[in-house]
C-alpha cells in the first residue's frame, strides 16, 4: 500500500512556457501533500505543503505566483510552474502524509524538469 | 532551524560488508524515518521508528531510534550491489507542526 504517483516522470520545454506537474495518492487518502525540489546531489527541499480544500503554504524564498499548487481532491495536487526559466529546471518530488498514527510520507517518483 | 547531521557523507565498500550511517539533531523528533534514493527516482521508505530505543529490522536492514530521541542509526548487513544508492534520513516533528526534517543523506558505493 500507500503507493504516490506522479505525471509526468519528465519534461522538456520552451523557455516561457507553463508545466503541469500531477501528484495522486494511489491507494490511500492524504489530506496533505508536499512538493519538494531536488538539485543535483543534494539533499530534498520542501518548497510547500498543500492541504485538500485549501490554500498551500510555501516555504521561505518560494513563489507562489511562480510555483502554484492546486489540492483538489484527497488523492490529487497539481503543481504548475508557471513562465518556466532554466533556472527552474529541477527534480520535482511530491510526497503524500499518511494519516492515522503513521504520519509518514510516501513520495512519488519524481518530475524532471528541463527548460530550454 | 532544526537541524539533521547525518554521516559519513558517502561509503566505498566491499560486496559482503556491512554499512552503519547515523543522524544526529540537537532536537528532538517524534518519528525518525530512513528512505533509500536511487538516481532518477524518489525515495522510497525503508524504516520507521516511533519510540525512543526502538530497535526495528527490515530484512538486512537494522535501524534504532536513539534514547535521548536525538539520534538513530540505520545498519545494513551483508550488503549487495543493488544497496547502491543515497540513504537518507528523516526527523519528524507533529506536535502543533508537521515537519519533516532530512540529513543531507550518505551515499553507498559497492566497490566490485
Known amino acids: 500500500g500507500a503507493v504516490v504517483s506522479q505525471h509526468p516522470s519528465r519534461v522538456i520545454c520552451k523557455s516561457g512556457t507553463s508545466v503541469k506537474i500531477e501528484c495522486r495518492s494511489l491507494d490511500f487518502q492524504a489530506t496533505t501533500m508536499f512538493w519538494y525540489r531536488q538539485f543535483p546531489k543534494q539533499s530534498l527541499m520542501l518548497m510547500a505543503t498543500?492541504?485538500?480544500?485549501?490554500?498551500?503554504?510555501?516555504e521561505q524564498g518560494v513563489e507562489k505566483d511562480k510555483f502554484l499548487i492546486n489540492h483538489a481532491s484527497l488523492t490529487l495536487s497539481t503543481l504548475t510552474v508557471t513562465s518556466a526559466h532554466p533556472e527552474d529546471s529541477s527534480f520535482y518530488i511530491c510526497s503524500a502524509r499518511a494519516g492515522g498514527p503513521s504520519n509518514e510520507q510516501f513520495f512519488g517518483p519524481g518530475t524532471r524538469l528541463t527548460v530550454l | 532551524g532544526q537541524q539533521l547531521n547525518q554521516s559519513p557523507q558517502s561509503m566505498f565498500i566491499q560486496e559482503g560488508e556491512d554499512v552503519s550511517m547515523n543522524c544526529t539533531s540537537s532536537s528532538i523528533f517524534n518519528t525518525w524515518l530512513w528512505y533509500k534514493q536511487e538516481p532518477g527516482e524518489g525515495p522510497v521508505l525503508l524504516i520507521a521508528?516511533?519510540?525512543a530505543g526502538e530497535l526495528t529490522s527490515n530484512g538486512r536492514l537494522t535501524a534504532q531510534f536513539g534514547i535521548t530521541r536525538k539520534d538513530s542509526f540505520l545498519n545494513i548487513s551483508a550488503s549487495i550491489p543493488s544497496d547502491v544508492g543515497i540513504y537518507f534520513c528523516a526527523g519528524l516533528v507533529w506536535d502543533s507542526n508537521y515537519q519533516l526534517i532530512w540529513g543531507a543523506g550518505t551515499k553507498l558505493i559497492i566497490k566490485p
Open positions: 498543500s492541504n485538500e480544500g485549501s490554500k498551500a503554504t510555501y
Open positions: 521508528l516511533y519510540k
